[in-house]
C-alpha cells in the first residue's frame, strides 16, 4: 500500500493497457478497464481477479464533490491519494470484522451522478495494478 501522489499523478500510461477489459456499471453511464486475467461476472459492473477479490463500478447517487475532511475521518480512511475535483481516491483501515482485507475506493465526476469504483483487496495486493485500476474510472462519454 505505498502508493504516493506522485506516482498517482505520473502514472497515466498505465490507463491504456493493451489487453484490458472494459466493465461497465448496470446504467452504462460508468466504466472502468481491468486486467485480463480478471474475470467478468454476471453481474454488471462486478469483476473478480483471479484472488477472487471482488471490484465494482457504480453510478452514485449525488452529484461528484471531493470529500470533507471531516467526512474522510468518519469513513476510517488510512490513506488518501487524491481528493480533487477531478477524483477522490483513498484506502480504508482493515476492520476488525475483516482484518485481511482493505477498501479502496474511487469516485469521479459522471454527468448528473458520479461514477464509484470500489475495490476489495489483501494489504500486500498490487498497488500498482490498483492505482491503474482506479485511475481508469469514468463516465461513458
Keep these: 500500500m505505498k502508493l504516493t501522489l506522485g506516482m498517482l499523478l505520473s502514472s497515466a500510461l498505465l490507463l491504456a493497457q493493451p489487453g484490458w477489459h472494459t ?3 448496470r446504467t452504462g453511464a460508468c466504466q472502468v478497464s481491468v486486467p485480463p486475467t480478471w474475470t467478468i ?16 463500478v457504480l453510478e452514485g447517487h449525488r452529484r461528484y464533490t471531493p470529500w470533507s475532511p471531516e467526512t474522510l475521518k468518519v469513513l476510517d480512511v488510512d490513506k488518501v491519494f487524491e481528493n480533487s475535483g477531478k477524483r477522490s481516491f483513498y484506502v480504508t483501515r482493515p476492520s476488525k470484522a475483516t482484518p485481511a482485507l482493505v477498501n479502496y475506493h474511487v469516485e ?24 491503474a485500476i482506479a ?6 462519454k
Aim: charged share 10%; with cysteine; glycine share 8%.
Design 23 to 25: 466493465v461497465k456499471d
Design 135 to 140: 485511475l481508469g474510472l469514468s463516465a461513458v
Design 108 to 131: 469521479v465526476p459522471g454527468g448528473a451522478k458520479a461514477c464509484i469504483l470500489q475495490i476489495t483487496a489483501t494489504p500486500s495486493y498490487s498497488p500498482q495494478e490498483i492505482q
Design 41 to 56: 461476472l454476471s453481474t454488471p459492473g462486478w469483476v473478480s481477479s483471479p484472488e477472487h477479490m471482488a471490484t465494482m
